[in-house]
């Protein structure tokens, strides 16, 4: 019989390949071996012949993919001795700050900008019991305050401009490879900071690096496609945006932190950044959700609405394997939700079972 295995973390699973030591207390909530999803119904309806594949990221503990990131920051700002960390945030890098920092036990400060986060992650970080800092101004003008503080504070930063962030996020690329065997030829994610992409590259990277120890076939690295928000779209228009706004908050970020680094992975990779408009984007989302049972967050249907628009062009070849990252879930943005929604308000009838019954023949 086979030895039961716990799965403790992405940390302990992929060990040899992230920067701790025997020693290091790992600070973990779970997170990582996400599901790998293959679209059944919507290739159908677009009737291409294209694999997709889906990496569901917000299945992670506080449903988002920052937990990669903020399980390694956060164990290597405890093993520093670190007693706070603090993050600019447009919603999900404060939950998982906030929810790694209690596990670890010590304080979070997370800066938001007033207003423009959705309800479920403004609900998480309070219920973590993080220190909440609203400000009245958007997630850049968050991020440079945070930069200047942390140089006059005892405190860690844990945007993904700290180092760490990015070896635990570029785990998700390990597990690809590891499930589906080789790298997919397209890899499609939504774009704010572009920490993200840049850890994607460097996991796919570093396991094609190291394909003599398995098969040849793992020595290949997807192209890399990069979308964002039209409203929010530096890397498409080349320069920094000062207004950014889209529907897609977590995505609504006009001076991307790891600029040069995304270049590069568009340079290395041969691929491309593209923008969707609000509606694009949020068709992708409700499809995903009425056809295949998966409800994610807005800005993670970016990668699924540039995919459509690049299989629609040619530039994604029919009869590619291609996986779109879902970085968030769809349960942290009730609002929007529920506001696409408008055309299927629920029925409301009486208690009783012939209307019961009728509501159901009514709707067959
Ligand atoms: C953080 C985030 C992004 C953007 O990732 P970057 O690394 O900033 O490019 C996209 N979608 C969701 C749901 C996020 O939380």
């Given at each position: 019989?086979?030895?039961?295995?716990?799965?403790?973390?992405?940390?302990?699973?992929?060990?040899?390949?992230?920067?701790?030591?025997?020693?290091?207390?790992?600070?973990?909530?779970?997170?990582?071996?996400?599901?790998?999803?293959?679209?059944?119904?919507?290739?159908?309806?677009?009737?291409?012949?294209?694999?997709?594949?889906?990496?569901?990221?917000?299945?992670?503990?506080?449903?988002?993919?920052?937990?990669?990131?903020?399980?390694?920051?956060?164990?290597?700002?405890?093993?520093?001795?670190?007693?706070?960390?603090?993050?600019?945030?447009?919603?999900?890098?404060?939950?998982?700050?906030?929810?790694?920092?209690?596990?670890?036990?010590?304080?979070?400060?997370?800066?938001?900008?007033?207003?423009?986060?959705?309800?479920?992650?403004?609900?998480?970080?309070?219920?973590?019991?993080?220190?909440?800092?609203?400000?009245?101004?958007?997630?850049?003008?968050?991020?440079?305050?945070?930069?200047?503080?942390?140089?006059?504070?005892?405190?860690?930063?844990?945007?993904?401009?700290?180092?760490?962030?990015?070896?635990?996020?570029?785990?998700?690329?390990?597990?690809?490879?590891?499930?589906?065997?080789?790298?997919?030829?397209?890899?499609?994610?939504?774009v704010g900071n572009a920490g993200n992409i840049t850890a994607y590259w460097k996991g796919y990277s570093e396991y094609a690096a190291a394909s003599d120890r398995h098969a040849a076939v793992i020595d290949k690295r997807p192209v890399m496609c990069g979308y964002q928000a039209s409203g929010a779209a530096p890397f498409v228009l080349g320069k920094m945006v000062d207004n950014p706004e889209t529907v897609a908050t977590a995505i609504r970020i006009g001076h991307p932190q790891s600029w040069d680094l995304a270049w590069k992975v568009q340079q290395e990779s041969g691929g491309w950044f593209d923008s969707l408009t609000?509606?694009?984007?949020?068709?992708?989302?409700?499809?995903?959700?009425?056809?295949?049972?998966?409800?994610?967050?807005?800005?993670?249907?970016?990668?699924?609405?540039?995919?459509?628009?690049?299989?629609?062009?040619?530039?994604?070849?029919?009869?590619?394997?291609?996986?779109?990252?879902?970085?968030?879930?769809?349960?942290?943005?009730?609002?929007?939700?529920?506001?696409?929604?408008?055309?299927?308000?629920?029925?409301?009838?009486?208690?009783?079972?012939?209307?019961?019954?009728?509501?159901?023949?009514?709707?067959?």
């Amino acid at each position: 019989m086979a030895t039961p295995q716990r799965y403790t973390g992405l940390i302990a699973r992929y060990r040899d390949r992230l920067p701790v030591s025997e020693s290091t207390r790992l600070i973990s909530l779970g997170e990582g071996n996400t599901p790998l999803i293959q679209l059944q119904n919507i290739p159908r309806l677009i009737g291409v012949d294209v694999d997709i594949y889906v990496k569901f990221e917000g299945l992670n503990p506080t449903g988002s993919f920052k937990d990669r990131g903020m399980t390694m920051a956060v164990t290597k700002a405890v093993e520093a001795g670190s007693q706070a960390i603090i993050c600019a945030s447009t919603g999900n890098t404060s939950a998982a700050a906030a929810a790694y920092a209690v596990r670890a036990g010590i304080k979070a400060f997370v800066l938001i900008p007033a207003g423009k986060i959705a309800l479920g992650k403004l609900a998480q970080t309070l219920m973590y019991g993080a220190q909440i800092i609203q400000i009245d101004g958007n997630f850049d003008a968050g991020m440079a305050l945070v930069k200047q503080v942390a140089e006059h504070a005892p405190v860690t930063i844990v945007n993904s401009i700290n180092p760490f962030r990015l070896e635990g996020q570029k785990t998700a690329a390990f597990e690809i490879v590891d499930e589906l065997g080789v790298a997919p030829d397209y890899h499609c994610l939504p774009v704010g900071n572009a920490g993200n992409i840049t850890a994607y590259w460097k996991g796919y990277s570093e396991y094609a690096a190291a394909s003599d120890r398995h098969a040849a076939v793992i020595d290949k690295r997807p192209v890399m496609c990069g979308y964002q928000a039209s409203g929010a779209a530096p890397f498409v228009l080349g320069k920094m945006v000062d207004n950014p706004e889209t529907v897609a908050t977590a995505i609504r970020i006009g001076h991307p932190q790891s600029w040069d680094l995304a270049w590069k992975v568009q340079q290395e990779s041969g691929g491309w950044f593209d923008s969707l408009t609000d509606a694009q984007i949020l068709t992708a989302q409700k499809l995903l959700s009425t056809h295949e049972g998966i409800f994610c967050e807005p800005a993670s249907a970016a990668s699924l609405a540039g995919l459509f628009k690049d299989l629609g062009t040619g530039k994604i070849p029919v009869g590619s394997r291609v996986v779109c990252t879902l970085t968030g879930n769809g349960i942290k943005d009730p609002d929007i939700a529920i506001a696409q929604c408008q055309d299927a308000k629920p029925v409301t009838i009486e208690a009783s079972l012939d209307a019961v019954k009728q509501a159901i023949l009514d709707a067959l």
